[in-house]
């Protein structure tokens, strides 16, 4: 069964920056893309990047791009989102996510099917 655990959240200042981590188990990591989506207070869930299995593909909504990278360690079987210049804006639950088929460089938001618990960011203005 796969397992998905978020770390890193926490309260910053706008202008900060925080690091997320999310540490799966439960199959073979690095087969397989993956991504972090966030849930602001009274928003729908929102895709924010994804890194294909391989590490060297990434992808970023409009939101995220220049300030927020993701990576992947696939020797720790650990995904990063490095987030700097954090606005208020970009309070929200923080999700990570695992694509369901393997191999693939852009999954379709909808085939994200395994989740973590989330880790909360806040930033303060």
């Known amino acids: 069964q796969v397992q998905l655990v978020e770390s890193g959240g926490g309260l910053v200042q706008a202008g900060g920056s925080l690091r997320l981590s999310c540490a799966a188990s439960?199959?073979?990591?690095?087969?397989?893309?993956m991504g972090w989506f966030r849930q602001g207070p009274g928003k729908e869930r929102e895709f924010v990047a994804g890194?294909?299995?391989?590490?060297?593909?990434?992808y970023y909504a409009d939101s995220a791009k220049g300030r927020f990278t993701i990576s992947r360690d696939n020797a720790k079987n650990t995904v990063f989102l490095q987030m700097n210049s954090l606005k208020p804006e970009d309070t929200a639950v923080y999700y990570c996510?695992?694509?369901?088929?393997?191999?693939?460089?852009?999954?379709?938001?909808?085939?994200?099917?395994?989740w973590g618990q989330g880790t909360q960011v806040t930033v303060s203005s």
């Open positions: 890194v294909n299995w391989s590490g060297g593909r990434t």
């Open positions: 439960g199959r073979t990591f690095s087969n397989y893309a």
């Open positions: 996510a695992a694509d369901r088929v393997p191999l693939r460089t852009v999954p379709p938001k909808y085939e994200y099917a395994y």
